[in-house]
């Protein structure tokens, strides 16, 4: 019984971007911290205004496929310079000129809000998605700017499917124990 109280391991995800082994609890009743396990992950400023280029690279590059990451990249793909200043903007809703063919121009409204799914935690478990705020100026050329609007809730979320991630892929070792 003790040889096996002994190769006890606990699991522990501490944050979206950190995992913990630590041993069994010992004689004082402590635990000998093993090893630390830090995601790699591409980095993007969210709330900071970019140039237009580096902002749709980074959309295509830092986040999945969906629907309004689509949308977004093409709103920032056709928006032309000096447009987004030149309408109003109540704080909810910007609009800017978008070019709809090779003469044509239209008005457009920028996307609000949108839910896009940037990577933010380890790759081997589903990104969770979230609502952003995306934003556009002129100065010096287009620039972009999206901005988180869940509060923090989607680290909740990538907790608990590290976390489920953990218990699955260990299923048929019973010495651990994963705790969020």
Known sequence: STSRRQRQMCIRDSSPTEVHLYSSLDADRKREHLV??????????????????????????????????????????TVEDGTVAEYGDDGVTQKATVKTGVASKADAVVPNPVNLIPYRTFLEVEQPE???????????????????????AWKNVAMSRIKSYLQFELSDFPQFTVIS
């Open 36 to 77: 630390e396990v830090n995601a790699e992950l591409p980095d993007f400023r969210f709330g900071s205004f970019i140039d237009h280029e580096s902002f749709v690279i980074a959309l295509q590059s830092k986040f999945v496929s969906n629907a309004d990451r689509d949308l977004v990249l093409k709103f920032a793909g």
């Open 130 to 152: 979230s609502d952003f705020i995306f934003r556009m100026k002129t100065a010096n050329g287009v620039q972009c700017a999206i901005f988180e609007a869940d509060g923090g």
